[in-house]
């Protein structure tokens, strides 16, 4: 169950246009738990670590993010890095035929 959402996520990030390479570990805790640890690099430099804690049995997400904006993307008055955490729901789609 959790290699299924380990696989969109994988996908997802592999098929995204604007993302110039990444470092993305997953680790199955269990079954249906996960933890999920990387890097994300886009083509403009700028990047996104994220952190997830995936539990699909009961359908919970705990991410933590930190969006670091490349130099040429900053502007006065934005923040040259920002945080963010959240808990959501979790869906994993069924596996295509």
């Not at 890097?39 to 952190?51: A, K, P, Q, T």
């Not at 993010?65 to 729901?89: E, F, K, Q």
């Amino acid at each position: 169950m959790i290699e299924d959402y380990f696989r969109q996520v994988d996908t997802l990030v592999s098929r995204t246009d604007v993302v110039h390479s990444t470092r993305i570990t997953f680790d199955k805790r269990s079954e249906f738990i996960g933890f999920i640890r990387g890097e994300v690099y886009f083509l403009d430099g700028s990047s996104l670590h994220l952190r997830e804690f995936v539990d699909v049995e009961h359908g919970v997400s705990c991410l933590s993010v930190r969006v670091s904006l490349s130099a040429h993307r900053w502007r006065p008055g934005l923040p040259l890095r920002r945080y963010s955490s959240l808990c959501r729901p979790v869906y994993i789609s069924s596996p295509q035929a």
